[in-house]
């Protein structure tokens, strides 16, 4: 095992880039250098297409994290790569048809994340339903003593959530707001057939028959902005959004209108069009809970994550099939 | 039906004493009054003693809130008393071995809260182990672009949650909580028979068993201080305890001294020892969320609490059984 070998092997170790990097590596930044060699371009004085000119020509697998652009641009100056591991489970950082005509293989971090997302998701559901936040706030303000009466929340049960996007984490919403009893419907491109939720081929549909949209998709060019003022009107002045999927999924700028005019009652934003940036309107509205795209950050996913993307590179590095390739469009 | 008399017909309309008042009686006000005579201390000059001596001689009935203290003394100033109905789940602010001397019957708001309860008990735990609120502030307060790294939440799933009273809300709190993965057992008087769940019948062995307590029990001379530094201190520096009981479940004083100490991890509270007063100390703990004993208060089951305590009182006005009379001990 490469990890057993003694430092001064460092140089026989196979040689990867890091791009991001990632906070799993910042994490175990000691464990993937005792695996790899690591080149490091953050660490550099020279931009980074000068790095890669001058570094990594011959380097053959990269790990990069979700909010590194992979642009065809950046892949042509890698001229090597056979491998891109990301630490993320979403795509849409990474130019995949130039990676398919170019023959690099992408590993991701799958499905790993699914249950910690959709328990964000929940998370965030039931704080906006039931005020927790808000009731966080007034009770450190030190308002419980001078103001008796505090707004009344919502029931959790009862109310019909709306999945956008039923894949794996979609599934451990659902799962979870049934519990709940929550009555649960999707919007997917294609029915699932192996599943007895209500189905809306329509997104506006979806909405108009929900309380609340949990939204759970991949962003592509098909979902860009498919949360519109249309659907966010059609979802109605008690609607509530809970988005961990991506940022761009909603049409963040009407998002803020709505949310403002109240033609839907609340939000809950793990991620968000231009992060770290937020829109600042948010800050001054109370129905709205803000999270730093943080639905995959725990320990446990973090150590998970370490060994899955170490081991995705060695066995690529051994000719060993890849333990999490991205399924084939 | 009383409600459907004229104005003038109020004096026919049965008396009864309101003493809290409950916020539900501030929310269905008109309601109440519509169909019974409401005498309203809070409201007169007098003291509550020689209110009742010179108004309340021949009231036969009570609505009370769950934080108006219906002592002997209190008792004895109401000679005609037949029935307390409190909106409150919790009994412990009415002198039942008075009540049954005398002959008083108790209604509650039974079971309608315990899925609400459950909810939020649920809403705090992910709250603390995902650090939403944290998370909130975090971004709220500007930090993320500037902070890249944020502190990594724990996992739900696998978590070993022990459920302190497995009433009602217990089951309700348990049945979310496997759906979230958890491993789920109990503390008890005594074994329930029909229930799958691991039980211990020793406290400090259930938190010795435990990565996370939820408090559901009732306050009584049993449970009062239940949760001390022993079973806090077996819980250990990685335990999370939510508590949607009664304040005086847990040992205030010494759950911030563990909370500051590091004993514990994190705590969750809607209920404290001496509400609506909050140990300052806890104001300055990230690692605590606060919620102002707002369990119960969903606009739902405002609605059909209304219900509950108006025909509670209509059923014993007419002669009928209760609808919701505590069970005999």
Redesign the interface.
Known sequence: MASNQPPDAAQQLPEIIVLGPP?VF?AYDGEFSSRFQVLRPWESQSPLPQFLADRAQSTRAALCSGAFSLSAAILCNLPSLGLIVTTSAGLDHIDLTECRRRGIAVASAGNIFS??VA??A???L??L?????T??R???D?L??RQ???P???????KRVGIVGLGSIGVEVA??L????CAISYYSRKKKPLVSYAFYPDIYALALNSDVLVLCCALTEQTHHMINREVMVALGKDGVIVNIARGAVIDEKELVCCLQQGEIAAAGLDVFEN????PNEL?ELDSV????H?AV??????TELYQLMAGNLEAFFSNRPLLSPIPDE
């Open positions: 906070s910042r249950a910690d328990d964000l929940v998370g965030l039931l704080d339903l039931r005020k927790i936040s009731g966080n007034f009770v450190r030190g419980w003593p008796a009466e505090y009344l929340g919502v029931k959790v049960g009862g799962k979870r049934e519990a709940f009893g992060e770290p940036r937020v800050y809970v803000l999270s730093p943080a950050f725990t320990e446990e996913s973090f």
